[in-house]
């Protein structure tokens, strides 16, 4: 799955399997998403990672973002689901995007 900053100014969710899905970042149905995945690709207005989750998908398990940047591996922690944000994911891609 990805979640893109799109050409209109605005985010949006694309799951291989059902293609452009139609709920906004951050409402209840993005949330009930997000409790689904082990992972997903984040592609934002200031850079992008892998978000993924530990071993077990629980709702107890926090959300890490990871980039790969010269042969070096980074990861920044999400936070719970409840706090994994459009705010929280730019903040993140930011975050790393300031290492390359």
Do not use: K
């Not at 399997?17 to 993005?30: K, M, R, Y």
């Not at 409840?82 to 891609?93: F, K």
């Amino acid at each position: 799955p990805l979640v893109e900053y799109g050409a209109q100014g605005n985010y949006v969710v694309i799951s291989p399997e059902e293609g452009l899905l139609s709920f906004e970042p951050d409402s209840s149905e993005w949330f009930a998403w997000l409790s689904t995945l082990p992972s997903f690709r984040f592609v934002g207005q200031h850079g992008r990672f892998t978000a993924f989750r530990g071993y077990q998908c629980s709702p107890g398990t926090s959300w890490w973002a990871h980039r790969q940047i010269r042969n070096h591996s980074h990861r920044r922690r999400l936070g719970l689901p409840a706090s994994v944000t459009i705010a929280s994911l730019e903040l993140a891609a930011s975050s790393l995007q300031a290492l390359v």
